[in-house]
């Protein structure tokens, strides 16, 4: 299986100030040395609790904030020292889907603005008719009415929002998405619904997903590997059938015995 996104050592410290002229006293480390590799069409799952890492390493990953340290590649090419038009070209390869869509969509904009203007700016359309051809063939990809082409986004409820999140992603014709959280603030009948949807997204686009989250139950029927995070670090790694069935660091079993026994099966 050919590798997509290979991160290697990865670090990610914030500085900490103090006093009147913001001394620089100490770093917070949040990612400390992180390495994993994701395949051509995989679905690999990030986990841990709060603070320990796993959005921040989502993040630094494709450099929606600078890593301190570490090596990225991306479709072959080192992600960390493109710049330019490489860049923007990889950029273009590689989209993220965030936890609260209300806050990642424009709310001064219509959905054709949130959807539309990237594809100006990324030059996958060169007409107005041309944009409004493919944001109603992203709204019907999404299973969102192309009715609502020219209403706000806050016409729409938390489950479409996060549907025409994805949308927004898949506009660029991306090969890997992240999803930051991506379901955890929906109800869990619209969960259901919108990882159903990112599955056959992912077989009608060939998607790969980096899919970041606490829920564990969520992870197991969706992921394909899995790393465990805890303290800025990978603890364990593997199938989802190995860290589920046979874990080995205490603290992936830690989190396994939080899942409530109705959902183990």
Do not use: W
């Amino acid at each position: 299986m050919k590798k997509l996104l290979e991160v290697r050592h990865l670090k990610k410290y914030f500085p900490i100030k103090q006093g009147i002229l913001r001394r620089h006293v100490g770093n917070v480390c949040a990612v400390d040395g992180v390495s994993f590799t994701l395949h051509e069409g995989e679905i690999l799952g990030l986990v841990g609790e709060s603070g320990s890492g796993k959005s921040t390493t989502g993040r630094a990953a494709i450099r929606l904030i600078e890593p301190t340290a570490g090596e990225v590649e991306f479709l072959g090419e080192n992600f960390r020292k493109a710049s330019g038009k490489k860049l923007r070209a990889l950029r273009q390869q590689v989209q993220m889907v965030f936890q609260d869509p209300s806050a990642s969509l424009n709310p001064r904009k219509t959905i054709l603005d949130n959807l539309g203007e990237p594809l100006l700016y990324h030059k996958r359309v060169s007409t107005r008719d041309e944009q409004v051809h493919l944001v109603e063939e992203i709204l019907h990809k999404v299973g969102v009415s192309k009715e609502g082409l020219y209403h706000y986004p806050h016409q729409f409820s938390g489950g479409q929002q996060q549907r025409l999140s994805i949308g927004r992603a898949l506009g660029l014709h991306p090969k890997l998405i992240i999803c930051d959280e991506a379901v955890s603030a929906l109800d869990l009948s619209v969960q259901a619904q919108i990882l159903n949807l990112l599955l056959d997204l992912k077989r009608l686009y060939k998607l790969s997903y980096l899919f970041i989250s606490h829920d564990l139950n969520v992870v197991r029927h969706l992921c394909d590997r899995v790393l465990v995070m805890r303290e800025g670090r990978v603890v364990e790694e593997g199938s989802i059938e190995t860290i589920f069935e046979d874990p080995q660091h205490d603290y992936t079993k830690l989190l396994l015995s939080s899942i409530p026994k109705s959902h183990l099966g």
